[in-house]
């Protein structure tokens, strides 16, 4: 039985056809434009070949050295291990990065640490703090991110707490050399240079 016709089966003149044809195709072309203005390129790493960054950190005081011995290493214990760290540490400037595996603007973040943790590490102190996450996560975005310290698994934010850093994702909190927190960084560094500009402003003099 044939059907009965409805207006998408009505006589059509060729000009209208055109007209809806242009009208189409322009909508496609917004639609394209929309979907492509949105996409923002996968951070990339930006980690130097081990060898490179063996060399550059060679010849490290014997506490950073000891940092560089667990580059990219998950440790545990919690706040009282922390706290230790900090405490061998003191005569040295300290910088915290606390991070996630989950958190997209710390994915951005990370390749100015992968090359400022090597300009600076026979200088500085770096220590990450994995917040709110869960190690094999986290493993999987270091093997991503590699960098040239450990991070310490902080799944309760106690140890973020223990520094005042218990709220934003990445945060960076600065230590000088006599164990006092001098400044925090809530959001993600946008360059290497911006990381290594505050480095030097607040810990690094």
């Known amino acids: 039985?044939?059907?009965?016709?409805?207006?998408?089966?009505?006589?059509?003149?060729?000009?209208?056809?055109?007209?809806?044809?242009?009208?189409?195709?322009?909508?496609?072309?917004?639609?394209?434009?929309?979907?492509?203005g949105g996409h923002t390129a996968a951070p990339r790493s930006a980690a130097l070949p081990k060898g490179a960054v063996a060399a550059a950190l060679a010849g490290s005081p014997a506490v950073l050295a000891a940092l560089h011995a667990q580059a990219n290493e998950l440790l545990s214990g919690g706040t009282s291990a922390f706290r230790a760290r900090l405490k061998r540490l003191r005569g040295y400037?300290?910088?915290?990065?606390?991070?996630?595996?989950?958190?997209?603007?710390?994915?951005?973040?990370?390749?100015?640490?992968?090359?400022?943790?090597?300009?600076?590490g026979k200088q500085v102190a770096f220590i990450g703090i994995d917040g709110k996450d869960t190690d094999p996560a986290a493993a999987a975005f270091l093997d991503r991110f590699p960098v040239s310290y450990p991070s310490y698994v902080d799944p309760h934010e106690d140890i973020a707490r223990s520094i005042k850093a218990g709220i934003?994702?990445?945060q960076t909190v600065y230590i000088d050399r006599a164990g006092t927190e001098v400044y925090d960084h809530a959001g993600p560094y946008e360059t290497a240079a911006s990381l290594e500009s505050d480095i030097r402003r607040y810990v690094l003099r």
Do not use: D
């Open 93 to 120: 400037p300290i910088v915290i990065n606390k991070w996630a595996s989950w958190c997209g603007p710390c994915q951005t973040e990370f390749p100015a640490y992968q090359r400022v943790s090597v300009a600076l």
């Open 1 to 36: 039985m044939q059907q009965p016709c409805v207006a998408s089966c009505l006589p059509v003149s060729p000009r209208r056809r055109l007209t809806a044809l242009v009208v189409l195709l322009g909508a496609l072309v917004v639609v394209a434009v929309i979907v492509a």
């Open 168 to 170: 934003y994702y990445p």
